[in-house]
């Protein structure tokens, strides 16, 4: 699979507008800010691909890439943005109901933090969504960058224990500047779309 050959395919922001052409979707969730874009055009080896610091307020859309004809890459709408409306908060959770009432839509799911903090009550949100899919999913735990190297080993057991994750769950120590952890990254996501 080329992973750089991307592109934009749909947003969609109702069940009727989700692609349903079996081919597997690998969806990222995460907070805004925490770095979800900056994580995907890490992955995708581009710059600008998922707009980085895209002003946040198009909480109700999902938008779906196409990679090399042979995954989705599905982008969840980022959360827990404080200036957001109630109307616009329960429109992300209807959204996010629609797509994940739909097990079949997600092939893999990754949901992406920052290393640094105690997951927040909406990552426990979010995480619940995954859990209950029953489908694969994995943390990405990024900007380690900023962490020091004492800090690392604490705050992943401690994002592990706020989501209350399964020793099953991976979790993946991250940093979309440095590039730490894409081969790992990658190799969960190659596992799960090829056959
Ligand atoms: P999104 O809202 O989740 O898509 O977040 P963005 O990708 O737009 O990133 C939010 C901010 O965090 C930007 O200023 C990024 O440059 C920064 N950022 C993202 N990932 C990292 C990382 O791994 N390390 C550091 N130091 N900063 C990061």
Redesign the pocket.
């Known amino acids: 699979i080329n992973l750089q050959k991307a592109e934009f395919v749909r947003s969609a922001a109702k069940a009727g507008d989700f692609p349903r052409d079996r081919l597997p979707q690998v969806a990222f969730a995460?907070r805004?800010?925490?770095?979800?874009?900056?994580?995907i055009n890490r992955l995708l080896n581009r710059k600008n691909f998922?707009r980085?610091?895209?002003a946040p307020g198009k909480t109700t859309h999902i938008n779906y890439f196409l990679i090399d004809s042979a995954f989705y890459l599905v982008d969840l709408p980022?959360y827990g943005y404080a200036k957001v409306s109630m109307a616009e908060r329960q429109r992300w959770g209807r959204l996010m109901e629609e797509w994940f009432a739909d097990p079949g839509l997600m092939t893999l799911g990754l949901m992406?933090v920052d290393a640094r903090h105690k997951p927040t009550a909406d990552d426990c949100t979010m995480a619940s969504f995954f859990k209950n899919s029953g489908r694969p999913f994995a943390v990405v735990a990024?900007?380690?960058?900023?962490l020091r190297k004492s800090d690392i080993q604490p705050n992943l057991a401690r994002i592990r224990g706020t989501l209350e994750l399964a020793d099953s769950v991976k979790l993946i120590p991250?940093?979309?500047?440095k590039g730490e952890g894409k081969q790992d990254l990658l190799n969960l996501i190659l596992s799960h779309v090829e056959d």
């Open positions: 995460g805004s800010n925490v770095g979800k874009s900056s994580v998922a980085v610091g895209a980022g992406i990024n900007k380690l960058d900023k991250f940093s979309a500047e």
